[in-house]
Antibody
Framework: QVQLQESGPGLVKPSETLSLICTVS?????????WTWIRQPPGKGLEYIGF??????????HYNPSLKSRVTISVDTSKNHLSLELSSVTAADTAVYYC???????????WGQGTLVTVSS | DIVMTQSPDSLAVSLGERATINCKSS????????????LGWYQQKPGQPPKLLIY???IRESGVPDRFSGSGSGTDFTLTINSLQPEDVAVYFC?????????FGQGTKVEVK
C-alpha cells in the first residue's frame, strides 16, 4: 500500500523559503498522474496550494493564484518524491501541509499525515 | 474563484439519526458536456488528514460505508449520513474541482447529541 510522508523544517523564519518533501513508499511517484499540496492553518479549513498532473510525456502544473508568485511544486522521479517550495513566508503561511495523490482532481484518495510548519522569528 | 459555503457550521445528531450537510457553490460546478458535477466530500477526524468520501457529487469512494450519500447538481449539494455512528464524528468539507483554483467549504463539524 502506497504511503506518503511529508518532511521538512517545522520552523521557518519570516521572509525565508519553506521547503518540504513528500516521500513515497510502497510505490512510485510515477504511479499516479496527479499530485497536490494542500495546507490547513491551525483550527481552520483547507487551502489548495497547487498540483502537478502528468499525462504521457507532458506535465502540467497549476498554482493557486494567491500563492503563484511564491510557490514551486515539482516531481522528482529519480528520488521518488514530490517537493514544495514557498518563498517569502509570513506568519500567514503557518499551517499543516499535506501532500496527496490521485488519478485526477476528483479522486485524491491518498494523503500524507501532514507536517506542521510554523513561521516565526 | 468559486466560493463554497457549507451549512450549518456544526450540528449535533443522536446516534442512529440522520445528519444532513449542505454545500452551495458560487458558480455551477456542472460540466454540461459530460453531465458531471465536479464536487467532492471529505471527512476529517482530529489529527488526521482528510479522507475522500464522495466524488462526482454522488459516487461513494471504495470502502466508504453506504450510510454516506451525496446528492445535488449545479450549485446545491448535500451530504447525508444515515444512522450516525460514533466513528462519524468529524469535520466534513465539500470541495469543487470544476475551476482552478480548487476550493473547499469552510467545514461542518458533526457531533453526537
Amino acid at each position: 500500500q502506497v504511503q506518503l510522508q511529508e518532511s521538512g523544517p517545522g520552523l521557518v523564519k519570516p521572509s525565508e523559503t519553506l521547503s518540504l518533501i513528500c516521500t513515497v513508499s510502497g510505490g512510485s511517484v510515477s504511479d499516479s498522474p496527479y499530485w497536490t499540496w494542500i495546507r490547513q492553518p491551525p483550527g481552520k479549513g483547507l487551502e489548495y496550494i497547487g498540483f502537478v498532473f502528468s499525462s504521457g510525456n507532458r506535465g502540467n502544473t497549476h498554482y493557486n493564484p494567491s500563492l503563484k508568485s511564491r510557490v514551486t511544486i515539482s516531481v522528482d522521479t529519480s528520488k521518488n518524491h514530490l517537493s514544495l517550495e514557498l518563498s517569502s513566508v509570513t506568519a500567514a503561511d503557518t499551517a499543516v501541509y499535506y501532500c496527496a495523490r490521485g488519478i485526477d482532481a476528483a479522486k485524491v484518495k491518498t494523503w500524507g499525515q501532514g507536517t506542521l510548519v510554523t513561521v516565526s522569528s | 474563484d468559486i466560493v463554497m459555503t457549507q451549512s450549518p457550521d456544526s450540528l449535533a445528531v443522536s446516534l442512529g439519526e440522520r445528519a444532513t450537510i449542505n454545500c452551495k457553490s458560487s458558480q455551477s460546478v456542472l460540466y454540461s458536456p459530460n453531465n458531471k458535477n465536479y464536487l467532492g466530500w471529505y471527512q476529517q477526524k482530529p489529527g488526521q488528514p482528510p479522507k475522500l468520501l464522495i466524488y462526482w457529487a454522488s459516487i461513494r469512494e471504495s470502502g466508504v460505508p453506504d450510510r454516506f450519500s451525496g446528492s445535488g447538481s449545479g450549485t446545491d449539494f448535500t451530504l447525508t449520513i444515515n444512522s450516525l455512528q460514533p466513528e462519524d464524528v468529524a469535520v466534513y468539507f465539500c470541495h469543487q474541482y470544476a475551476s482552478a483554483p480548487w476550493t473547499f467549504g469552510q467545514g461542518t463539524k458533526v457531533e453526537v447529541k
